[in-house]
């Protein structure tokens, strides 16, 4: 069965992607302003939900498209914010408008940069994480099928200092005021200018040329293009956006908070249509990158970070974190935290095992209590049951190590490895002084420091053997409890 696909606003079956039939000459992402409310030294595209920065989801909601050309805008810190936007997308071309003279002063200075780009052009922002790739598409196929010049995203409900979205009597599509601008009747007005657009490139290239500053901020504003295209007698047109939480922006750590919210509960959702069963939602968080196979149980106080993947049928908690990790099918995770880890199929982890990058464990193997392992290679049917440390080692199939024992892999210089063969038994509390091997089948004796290898079959024994001292109690602590119980056998 082919798993959904995640994108950064949801699930999508590959059979709903591409409802755009005809290719968008490109999408420009406007991310040059600086976001002083998230009071960050982080530039606010750059905060993550979901696993992704806010650019991140807009970067892949754009690539839903496939546009041929995926153009970001960038001003407040251009570096950083460039450096992110091509880390997602290298094909990305970087538009710097310096001065943030307004969203028409930025689309001006994108086809100065890069042109007129013939065909729909898709305008959408850096900081709007939960706008669908698929909205967005439909968004481009309505304005391509309906010939228009310019096709606005448009909401109802609350949307406080956005653009309103002002219609004649019949209900036809005059332009978009700025609140600021707005006349008392046309603050009334309850459907909002998302920012979001289909444009004619080639249309939008004259226009955005003819952008006055004649408003309360003395910005180009990218909404008079719409007025302006209408007076060339151009057709224009707006989409209602079916959910308009789509369209909520980020500002500041507030609205950050709501929309990792809202995006981690619609995935959630996506996963349980899907055939998952998530045992908590409100205590439950997962990446956009995450894949979840089907019957998978996830217990309270989980999170999936990263590109982690879960086989079908696995049980994942309580109380687990896993970052870049797979785990296969019907493998059970209680209270652990793996990082780049893999774990094979019906492997039990837990309660409470640190995985650390590096590890992998074959099928049927048992990670058990207080036990942390790095750069471990466990071998199928292998079992480190308990309060044990595996760092730089290869442990064979159907080996067991005993409780509290310890890979000692450095010697304060450098790191070492050490190798145990196939159905091996290390006895408990043995410290394994890495570079070492255990052969297949050998034995090692309970409480030994290894420091040589055991040949496969042999025990290997390296502690002090024990000697008895014949009535030391008695005469060394004669009047203690001890004594009177020691006596008391003596005497029987
Ligand atoms: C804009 C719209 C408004 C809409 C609202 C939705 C205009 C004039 N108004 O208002 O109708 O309801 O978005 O959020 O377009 N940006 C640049 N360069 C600039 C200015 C802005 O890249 O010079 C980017 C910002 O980083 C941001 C986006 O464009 O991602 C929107 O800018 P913002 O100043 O927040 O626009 P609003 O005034 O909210
Ligand atoms: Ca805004």
């Keep these: 069965m082919a798993f959904p696909r995640a994108t950064s606003a949801g699930v999508i079956p590959e059979e709903m992607r591409l409802l755009v039939s005809e290719t968008t000459a490109a999408v420009v992402i406007l991310a040059a302003g600086?976001?002083?409310?998230?009071?960050?030294?982080?530039?606010?595209?750059?905060?993550?939900?979901?696993?992704?920065?806010?650019?991140?989801h807009a970067i892949a909601a754009a690539g839903d498209l496939e546009p041929r050309r995926l153009v970001v805008v960038v001003g407040h810190a251009k570096e950083q914010v460039s450096a992110a936007a091509v880390a997602?997308?290298?094909?990305?071309?970087?538009?710097?408008?310096?001065?943030q003279l307004g969203t028409g002063h930025a689309m001006r200075m994108v086809i100065e940069?890069?042109?007129?780009?013939?065909?729909?052009?898709?305008?959408?922002?850096?900081?709007?994480?939960?706008?669908?790739?698929?909205?967005?598409?439909?968004?481009?196929?309505?304005?391509?099928?309906?010939?228009?010049?310019?096709?606005?995203?448009?909401?109802?409900?609350?949307?406080?200092?956005?653009?309103?979205?002002?219609?004649?009597?019949?209900?036809?599509?005059?332009?978009?005021?700025?609140?600021?601008?707005?006349?008392?009747?046309?603050?009334?007005?309850?459907?909002?200018?998302?920012?979001?657009?289909?444009?004619?490139?080639?249309?939008?290239?004259?226009?955005?040329?003819?952008?006055?500053?004649?408003?309360?901020q003395r910005e180009e504003y990218l909404t008079d293009v719409v007025e302006i295209l209408r007076g060339d007698g151009h057709p224009v047109g707006t989409l209602l956006a079916?959910?308009?939480?789509?369209?909520?922006?980020?500002?500041?750590?507030?609205?950050l908070a709501?929309?990792?919210?809202?995006?981690?509960?619609?995935?959630?959702?996506?996963?349980?249509l899907a055939g998952v069963t998530v045992v908590d939602p409100a205590s439950t968080w997962v990446d956009a990158n995450v894949t979840i196979g089907r019957d998978v149980e996830i217990g309270p106080q989980v999170q999936l970070a990263g590109a982690t993947v879960i086989g079908e049928g696995a049980r994942i908690g309580p109380g687990c974190l896993l970052e870049d990790t797979t785990v296969g099918e019907d493998a059970v995770l209680l209270?652990?935290?793996?990082?780049?880890?893999?774990?094979?199929?019906?492997?039990?982890?837990?309660?409470?095992?640190?995985?650390?990058?590096?590890?992998?464990?074959?099928?049927?193997?048992?990670?058990?209590?207080?036990?942390?392992?790095?750069?471990?290679?466990?071998?199928p049917g292998a079992k480190v049951p308990h309060l044990t440390?595996?760092?730089?080692?290869?442990?064979?199939?159907?080996?067991?190590?005993?409780a509290g024992t310890i890979f000692a892999n450095y010697d304060g210089a450098a790191k070492h490895h050490t190798e145990i063969g196939e159905n091996a038994f290390v006895g408990s509390n043995t410290v394994l002084v890495a570079p070492v091997e255990i052969g297949d089948g050998a034995y090692t004796a309970a409480g030994s420091a290894i420091t040589e290898n055991v040949p496969a079959g042999d025990l290997g024994v390296a502690r002090g053997r024990q000697h008895n001292s014949d009535g030391w109690v008695?005469?060394?602590?004669?009047?203690?409890?001890?004594?009177?119980?020691?006596?008391r056998h003596r005497s029987e």
């Design 335 to 379: 209270h652990a935290v793996c990082r780049q880890a893999r774990i094979g199929p019906r492997v039990t982890v837990g309660p409470f095992a640190y995985l650390r990058p590096g590890t992998s464990i074959a099928a049927d193997a048992h990670i058990g209590t207080y036990v942390e392992l790095k750069k471990a290679d466990v071998g």
């Design 389 to 402: 440390y595996v760092g730089d080692a290869t442990i064979g199939g159907g080996s067991n190590i005993g």
């Design 34 to 56: 600086e976001g002083t409310r998230m009071k960050s030294r982080t530039p606010k595209v750059l905060h993550t939900l979901a696993g992704r920065s806010l650019l991140g």
């Design 242 to 255: 079916a959910d308009p939480v789509e369209i909520k922006g980020v500002n500041d750590r507030v609205q």
């Design 258 to 272: 709501q929309a990792r919210r809202a995006l981690n509960d619609r995935m959630l959702t996506d996963w349980m």
């Design 113 to 216: 940069s890069v042109g007129v780009m013939p065909g729909t052009v898709v305008v959408t922002y850096g900081d709007m994480p939960l706008l669908r790739g698929r909205t967005l598409s439909e968004l481009a196929s309505r304005h391509a099928q309906a010939g228009n010049a310019v096709t606005v995203l448009t909401a109802r409900g609350e949307f406080p200092g956005f653009g309103r979205i002002v219609r004649d009597a019949d209900g036809a599509f005059l332009r978009i005021v700025e609140e600021r601008d707005a006349s008392e009747a046309e603050r009334a007005i309850d459907e909002f200018n998302s920012g979001c657009y289909a444009f004619d490139g080639a249309l939008l290239a004259d226009a955005v040329k003819r952008v006055t500053t004649s408003n309360s």
């Design 474 to 487: 008695l005469r060394n602590r004669p009047e203690s409890r001890s004594a009177e119980a020691a006596k």
């Design 88 to 99: 997602a997308a290298p094909e990305a071309a970087i538009v710097v408008q310096e001065q």
